[in-house]
Every structure is written in C-alpha cells, then in structure tokens.
C-alpha cells in the first residue's frame, strides 16, 4: 500500500483512476462510523432474535476491535509520517492495550456501582462506542481536511500478491481436510509452495514491494497449519492458560483476588473475554485462530526493524529463519501470553531504534506499549526490563568514557592483540536514538508494581528463586550437561528422530553464522565501511547473543523461559546476524555477495523443510503435528478426551487429586486445573485419586513421563499406577479410574 497526500487530482493521465481510491478525514471517519452501526446492528439481531449472521458476525467486529481504535489514536497523535506497514502494526498494537485498558477499567467502575458483569457485550461496546466517538472529533479536529490520501489498487492486484494471498486459505482447507479426513496432502504441498518464497525473493524474482505481504501470509500459515489441528488448543500451557481465560469469561468480570499468577495478565483473561463476546467464536478459537493472526505481526515488524541496518532481502530472509524454527510457529501458539506480549516487544524495539519521530509522540506510544507487555507476559516484561536497563548502562559507560578507558587498557596491557581486533570503542559512534532515564524508571516501577502487587508477588518470586539456583549451581555444575537444557539440546539432541539431529546440527551453524555476522557488523564499524547498525542496536545484540551463550553454559540459566523460547526471543534482534553472518561465510570461499545470497537461501530452505517435519513425514518420522495422519502422540486432545476431562471435573470429589501423563495431564487441567499432576515416579503418593487415561495410553498401555515426546520423556508402562483402582468412566477414548 503505497500512500500519497495530494492536495489536488492525480495529475499523471496514464493512471487509471477507476484503480486509485481517495480519501480525506471524513471519507475515514464516515467508513467507520458506519462500521460501528454495523456493530450496533449485528448485536440488536442478536439480541432481539437470537440470530447471528454468518461471517459479518465473526469478521466486522473483529475489524472493529483490531484495528479502528489504534487508527483513531495515530490520526489523534498526528504520525502522519508512518509507512503502511508501520501504520498497521501500530494501529493494531495501540487497539489490543486500548482493548485490554477500556476492559479493566470498566471492570473496577462497573462493579464499584453494583454490576456484577461488567465485561458484558452491552457494556464494552457502549464504552467503545463513546471513547471511538470521541477519538473521532478529536481526529477531525487536528487533521486536515484538505489532505487527501490515495492508493492505487494495481499496486495490490499482482499475480504475485494473489498467489501469496491463497496460502492462507490453503493452510486452514488443508487443516480441515487433515482433522475430518487424515490426509495431509494438501498441507504438504501448502508448505512447499511455502518453501519457494525465500528463493524467490533471494534470486530477484518477486518484487520488494511484496515482502511484507509474503512475511505476514508465511507467519500466519506456518502458525495456522499447526494450531488449527484438532478442534481444541493444545500444548500444556495453553490449557492452563484456557482454564483461567474460562474464570473470566465464565463470570464476566475481571478479579485480582485469585491465587493464580495467570490471573495478572490481561491477555489471557480480559482481551480473549471481549473478543470471544464480541466475534461470537468459541474461546478455544480465539486462541487458534485470532491470536495467531495477531501474532503474525510479530515478524512483519521485526521486517521494519531489520531493514533499517540491512537491505529489504537480507531483512526477509532473516524473517524467514525465524519463522521457520520450530519454536516460533509450534510453541509459541502454546503459550498465549507470549504472542500477546512478543507484540508489544518487538513495536517497542521499533519505536526506540526509531529516529525520525517526534519525541513527544513517540513516548506516548512507548508508555502505552510499555502497558501491553505488562499486561500480556511477565517473562516478557522482565525481559524487556532487563535489556532496557542493561543498554542504557552500557550507553551510558560510553558515553562517558568508560569504554574507551577500557578498550585503551586492553590494547595497552597483556592482551594487545585482542585490544586490536575487539571494535569496543566504536560503539561510542553518534546516533540520533536514545533512550530517556525518565522512561526507564517508569518501566522498572510499573512491571515490578503491577507483579508484586497485583499478582501478589508469585511472579517476582519465582524470578528470585530462579536467580538464587543459578547463582547457587554456577561453580558445582557450569558446563554440565544436565544443568544446562541448551547444552543438552546442542550436544545430545533428540534420542529418536534423525530428523531432529540434523535440525540441531543446523542451529548451532546458524548460531556460528550469527556470531560471525555480529563481529562482522562491528568490525566494518571499526573500519567506517557500510555501517549498517547504530550503536544502541550493537548493543542489544551483543546482550542477546551473550544471553543466549550462558543459557548454554550456565545450568539453570534459561529455567524461566526454557531454551527454545530463549532462542526465539533473543533470534528477535539477532536473526539479522545469521544472514550477515552467513554471506561472509561463503564469501570466504570467493564466493561474491550475490551468489552467497542464493546459495544461502537454498540453506534457508532445507532449514525450513527439516523444521517443518516435511522430511520426517516423507521418512516416516511423525515430528509435526501438522504434517500427522493422527498415529503419533501430541500435546493434543480429541472430543471424547475433553468429554472425559469435564466429567471429571463436575464429578470428582473435592480435595481429591487427578494425575495423568506429560500429554493427558493439562486435559484436565483446562476444566480444573487446581487438583491435577502429572504421574508421580512413586507410584504409592497417587493413593486413593484419580488416574484420567487418554486415547494413546489406553490403546498403548503406556504413559509418556519425564518431559515430552521430543525432549527426554519415556513411554512406560501404566501397571503399576492403575493397580487395582476401580474404572469409574470409560467412553472409548477417556478413562477415568479411581
């Protein structure tokens, strides 16, 4: 979407006006008032007849909520010198915290005059419908009204953009045809088709104007083909995640009286309770279809962020790396919360590296992100916390000296050598970013505030405790293999699957690539040739990449995130490195920067191919669940497993206990998530409570213990655990002993 202001007509005569729509600030608010009608209209049928249109029900208000608030706020604000893209992703971040805002507190307001539900469908939309209505005047009274915006529809309608456009639509026919068939043909060729858009792009065979558009369709696919398999959520967070979304949506109102953590975090309790009331959608479908959608912004941002240091090729094929590790389109849709939160990261990280702003308005979007991430995923938000602090520290050690003092001591002590080769000093290099001390504080006040408050200090208590065993087990176990899960991952991989080995394998050479891309990138800085990066971006990176090193290293280090989600976070700022990185790798053997590009891109794609299982599936290796003919074990659950799980839920006796293995245990959880646990080693502690058995351990006789399919767990037998316990519910794919 290319847009111009014009003050006139389009002068050019070989333009086709029937293809360029226009428009001014009444033109807009004029579309959106009509839209808000739509909305008004569509819940009166509703309620006056208990009819829900198909597709307008579902599709309108989700326009409504995504997008109309965050394109009000930027028209209020005035950022008028946004890109499309920039304009979308901020638009659609500053609706979700506009979302989740307008929802807690109506919450508190509400209930403060006796509405015992106050996150009923009337009342949000009366709430937004006012605060739209005012964001429309205040709008049209700072824009102009005689600009006029203009686009022209060929820019859009090119094979290109049409064929990337179907993806999508292949993906969830694909899904469907797997769930009520079992055949994943078309997955499969939807995939491939997939795995020919880095070629495209890398041999100049697909226009740049069409790599955002390629990002977001490749995101949203890989992530679709995966969390629309079944007809529930799946993972193991996500149904603990599902249980306390239920508790909210279930009573319609927001308390911060309970005792889970989850509980904080209005992207799981709020924001899904309004989506699901106002698109009229299941809530399990909000996790797999809307958040998915949502989180497909993630990369289409990282785009943006990237190309400001790198060309628009290098930009989406670092993209593209990222999206096609495992971690990104198979684990984050299991942890809801983080593809809320990730959102607000990476739109933070591109406001702050975001020269060409103002500083007033860019600050009030930053406070306003700075509300999301808190509100979203509290290792986010400690994260984020960590890296803001951390850089300004060490911007602030340059600029006052105390790098160059350091870097002059290395060159003039022992280490000479290394003083020369290391570019430390040229990090003091001029920038037009900064970060303000005043936005810093607030960032450190209101994460800790909001967790040790509202959250009643379980989360920072576990951060503490997570820190205390590192510190306690640093010397006794560094390097161990045991301590250290990305050691164990690197060194050993997976026990079974050949397939996975060889994904491992390609890891650690993108782990080379992204250390060589790094020293690369500051060394041409030393030199003053091409200098792609600013200083305060150098510095995130090199935070990232030491992160991610002692999460290797150090035992214990990635327990709060785990290390394939570090690997993920920290591939946010430093997936640029790995195309960098892997260019002068080849150029090593001669090999010019052009041709290093492709061979690179062919790398990319037998990355993506292992990545994605498409080997696995040809080899008989079920390593994707959405590649699966429905044999293989997954953290998944069929009708008849969540019929099971309720009943046992409504029918247990309280006080009891209900234990299941690695995959069944969460099941339950996602109906009563207090008294469930996964097996116990001892078979004794299960006593007199209940043993919920799913579709695989009743066909099997077997129970998955000690951690997952794919990392260390063990099949074995069930005997011992069922003893001589009474079958009190058996539907042919539950059974429920006790």
């Known amino acids: 979407m290319n847009l111009s202001n014009h003050s006139g007509a389009v002068s050019d005569s070989r333009v086709n006006s029937s293809t360029i729509i226009s428009w001014d600030i009444k033109r807009l608010l004029l579309v959106i008032l009509s839209l808000q009608l739509s909305i008004w209209g569509l819940y009166g049928i509703q309620s006056l007849f208990g009819f829900k249109v198909p597709l307008l029900s579902q599709i309108l208000p989700f326009i409504y909520l995504t997008f109309v608030p965050g394109i009000l706020l930027l028209k209020v604000l005035k950022f008028d010198n946004l890109n499309r893209v920039e304009r979308l992703i901020y638009s659609v971040g500053s609706s979700l915290v506009i979302l989740m805002v307008v929802g807690l507190v109506t919450n508190y307001f509400l209930q403060l005059t006796g509405i015992s539900q106050p996150l009923s469908v009337i009342y949000i939309l009366m709430v937004m419908t006012l605060m739209v209505m005012i964001l429309s005047a205040l709008a049209y009274i700072r824009e102009d009204p005689d600009k006029v915006y203009s686009v022209d529809l060929t820019e859009y309608l090119t094979l290109t953009n049409l064929i990337l456009v179907t993806i999508p639509f292949l993906t969830i026919l694909g899904s469907y045809i797997i769930n009520v068939y079992g055949n994943n043909t078309l997955i499969f060729l939807t995939l491939s088709l997939i795995a020919v858009v880095p070629l495209l792009a890398a041999f100049d065979k697909m226009p740049k104007k069409s790599y955002p558009l390629a990002i977001f369709v490749v995101s949203l696919s890989l992530l679709l083909h995966i969390s629309l398999i079944s007809n529930f959520i799946y993972g193991r967070d996500a149904f603990y995640e599902y249980y306390v979304s239920t508790i909210t949506l279930k009573n319609l109102y927001w308390t911060p009286n309970l005792s889970y953590e989850l509980n904080a975090l209005m992207s799981i309790t709020i924001l899904p309770t309004i989506y699901q009331k106002f698109c009229n959608i299941s809530l399990a479908y909000v996790f797999k279809a809307i958040y998915p959608f949502l989180f497909a912004l993630v990369p289409l941002t990282l785009y943006e962020l990237f190309r400001k240091y790198v060309c628009s090729t290098n930009s989406f094929l670092a993209c593209f790396f990222m999206v096609s590790i495992i971690s990104f389109y198979a684990e984050m849709p299991q942890?809801?919360?983080?593809?809320?939160?990730?959102?607000?990261?990476?739109?933070?990280?591109?406001?702050?590296?975001?020269?060409?702003?103002?500083?007033?308005?860019?600050?009030?979007?930053?406070?306003?992100?700075?509300?999301?991430?808190?509100?979203?995923?509290?290792?986010?938000?400690?994260?984020?916390?960590?890296?803001?602090?951390?850089?300004?520290?060490?911007?602030?050690?340059?600029?006052?000296?105390?790098?160059?003092?350091?870097?002059?001591?290395?060159?003039?002590?022992?280490?000479?050598?290394?003083?020369?080769?290391?570019?430390?000093?040229?990090?003091?290099?001029?920038?037009?970013?900064?970060?303000?001390?005043?936005?810093?504080?607030?960032?450190?006040?209101?994460?800790?505030?909001?967790?040790?408050?509202?959250?009643?200090?379980?989360?920072?208590?576990?951060?503490?405790?997570?820190?205390?065993?590192?510190?306690?087990?640093?010397?006794?176990?560094?390097?161990?293999?045991?301590?250290?899960?990305?050691?164990?991952?690197?060194?050993?991989?997976?026990?079974?699957?050949?397939?996975?080995?060889?994904?491992?394998?390609?890891?650690?050479?993108?782990?080379?690539?992204?250390?060589?891309?790094?020293?690369?990138?500051?060394?041409?800085?030393?030199?003053?040739?091409?200098?792609?990066?600013i200083p305060e971006y150098l510095i995130l990176s090199i935070i990232n990449f030491v992160l991610w090193i002692l999460a290797i290293v150090i035992p214990y280090f990635s327990s709060i995130l785990t290390a394939n989600r570090l690997y993920h976070i920290t591939l946010l700022i430093l997936a640029p490195f790995v195309i960098i990185g892997g260019v002068k790798f080849f150029n090593l053997f001669r090999i010019e920067k052009t041709k290093a590009l492709k061979i690179l891109s062919v790398f990319l794609v037998v990355f993506y191919v292992f990545n994605v299982g498409m080997v696995g599936s040809l080899i008989g290796e079920e390593t994707s669940m959405g590649l699966d003919s429905s044999v293989a074990d997954f953290p998944r659950a069929n009708e008849q497993e969540l019929v099971g799980a309720r009943w046992l839920a409504s029918n247990k006796i309280a006080g009891l206990q209900s234990f299941g293995d690695m995959y069944r245990m969460p099941i339950m959880g996602a109906f009563d998530w207090d008294k469930v646990d996964d097996f116990p080693k001892n078979v004794t502690w299960i006593g007199g409570n209940y043993i919920y058995l799913g579709t695989v351990n009743t066909e099997t006789g077997t129970a998955l213990i000690d951690g997952g399919r794919f990392s260390g767990g063990q099949y074995v037998s069930m005997k011992g655990w069922i003893g001589i316990k009474d079958r009190i519910y058996d539907n042919g794919n539950a059974t429920i002993y006790k």
């Open 335 to 533: 942890l809801l919360r983080q593809e809320i939160g990730e959102i607000f990261f990476v739109l933070s990280l591109l406001l702050l590296m975001d020269s060409k702003l103002d500083e007033t308005r860019k600050y009030f979007l930053l406070v306003l992100f700075l509300v999301g991430i808190t509100f979203s995923h509290y290792s986010m938000a400690y994260y984020f916390l960590f890296l803001i602090l951390a850089t300004t520290l060490f911007h602030k050690l340059i600029k006052t000296g105390k790098i160059r003092a350091f870097h002059q001591k290395i060159k003039g002590g022992r280490f000479k050598k290394l003083g020369k080769v290391l570019p430390l000093a040229k990090l003091e290099t001029p920038s037009h970013v900064s970060i303000k001390l005043s936005y810093v504080a607030l960032v450190v006040v209101f994460i800790l505030s909001w967790y040790i408050f509202v959250s009643r200090g379980t989360t920072y208590t576990d951060l503490v405790a997570v820190v205390v065993s590192i510190y306690n087990n640093l010397i006794s176990e560094f390097l161990d293999i045991g301590g250290s899960e990305a050691m164990n991952i690197a060194l050993t991989g997976s026990q079974t699957y050949i397939t996975l080995k060889i994904v491992t394998a390609f890891n650690l050479l993108a782990t080379f690539f992204i250390s060589l891309g790094l020293f690369y990138s500051l060394y041409m800085n030393k030199k003053g040739k091409s200098v792609h990066f």
